[in-house]
């Protein structure tokens, strides 16, 4: 391939030409150290993602993220519509992760482990490979007419996409409706399931569309997490980065006798070649740079080439490169640390302090208290419970204090898994045993013979001493 100008990056996207029209970008697949890695952790990755959808813990899924129902399943515990605080915390310590994480190794999630490199770099780019041949021959392939050739090879790998995409698709779906709802998609009528068959058609055309046509559109100019690189990073963060002090003045291997300067940069552009975003890694860190290390895999192989020592290409951070430490954990990186500490502690106490049966007691709505001739005083209150586990709960409630009573006034107990219900009761106490007007008291919350919860009230009743 011819080797690319890329002096004038600061005034264009690489993909874009200078009148705004997509320029279609052929990168090279290089292997090397690094593409093995990435080959490896992106096959483990794949496998979870995939099979994430069909893990189960004792008869319910592992993973569910059912926003329409606002129903979340994370390592086998559910969170209902009520915990959606909880929810909206555990994104909040996931995001600041993920800013602290950044601070430091820079862009390496979108590299290794982000589902669109993985998909795009690790299967739609290798089947196009395999089908239409080197960078070179693609690019002939789709400048010649439409012959038999490209219309077989066009065909075989749009359809290729689209079957992987219709995984890609009921994967997603999984995730949101649970695999079980799934499978009666697949194998019920389609009249039945007319949403659910509308959705996957939606879905697949969407993943078609990202892998046949946007591809690094998606990196380069739809991604919030890659748009906010520019703040998120900073010269100590460990990016892939050249070494320009090494490398500079690049050109091509001179003749031994020659006296002038040379860095180890031979100019070859395979750097270029093989970038899944066109860019030029010698002009600096580029937002576009998704950390992918096909360059580091590219220069290294070169290096090997003309017995130079690997790295002229590598993880490294700015300020390393120009001469500071190698690596240092910066003020901001510590804040963001201990914030992250902070939320997750939150997080994770919240979520095992979290009861199996919420519940919270209120007075009846404008009701104070009612006297008997008999010497009783009673209360009328509301219990609103909802059940955050996965089994129907049968509930009883009893005073914590043996000398106050209730009779239940709702006759189903039963909460079912997920259920909010509202629960009437009178509680009666002895006007003997009334001393203050308001009386703190407990209700113990039995559900299916275990105690679930206990919770406080205050009861009102006249006082005579
Ligand atoms: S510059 Fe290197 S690491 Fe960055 S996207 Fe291009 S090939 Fe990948
Ligand atoms: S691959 Fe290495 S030697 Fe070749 S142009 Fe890029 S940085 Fe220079």
Redesign the pocket.
Known sequence: MAKKDTSDFREHLVNVDKKGKRVWLYPKIITGKFYNWRTWFSRVLLLFLIGGPWLHFQGHPLFLFNVIERKFILFGIPFWPQDLYLIALGLLTFIVFIIAFTAVFGRVFC?WACPQTIFMEMIFRKIETWIEGSPAQQKKLKEQPWDAEKLWKKGLKNTLFWAISFVISNTFLAYIIGSDALVKIITESPSLHIGGLIAIVIFTTVFYLVFARLRELVCIMICPYGRLQGVLMDPKSIV?AYDFNRGEPRGKIQKATSTEAQGDCVDCGL?ID????G?D?RNGTQLE???????IDACDSVMDKIHKPKGLIRYASEEELKGGNKFKISARVIGYAALWAILFTVFVTTVSMRKDLQASLFRGKGSTYTQKSSGEVTNIFEMRVVNKTFHSMKISVAPHNKAQHIKMLTDNLEVKPGEQKTILMLVTMQQSDIHRNSTPFELDITGNGKTVNRVKGTFLGPVYE
């Open positions: 590299g892939v750097c093989v970038c899944p975003t860019i890694i740079c998704i950390h992918c290390t096909a360059c």
